[in-house]
């Protein structure tokens, strides 16, 4: 692994909770550092999606890393605004 840079990690479409699980492990592989996560490709901005993106942000507090998210759209921001995650992107 590089550990010259940033972690970066991109969510597909759809965070399935398959694939947050994958990215949890990375995140609990790698010694504690910045990460980037770009969720500009999620095409759904739903529940499922606010669910993914606590879930990473709750795996890197746990190791230590300092993770921010990327290329939020417009739909996504509006959601975590209405559920009171704002604050994630």
Do not use: K, N
């Not at 991109?10 to 592989?29: D, H, I, N, S, Y």
């Not at 709750?58 to 230590?64: I, Y």
């Not at 939020?72 to 995650?85: K, Y």
Request: charged letters at 25%; a neutral charge; glycine letters at 12%.
């Amino acid at each position: 692994m590089d550990t010259t840079g940033p972690l970066v990690l991109t969510l597909a479409a759809r965070a399935t909770p398959e694939e947050v699980a994958r990215l949890c492990a990375l995140l609990g592989e790698a010694a504690p550092t910045d990460v980037i996560c770009d969720v500009g490709g999620l095409t759904h901005a739903d529940l499922a999606a606010v669910d993914a993106l606590a879930r990473l942000r709750l795996a890197a507090r746990r190791r230590g890393h300092r993770l921010r998210f990327e290329g939020a759209g417009g739909e996504l921001r509006r959601l975590l605004d209405l559920v009171g995650l704002a604050g994630l992107v």
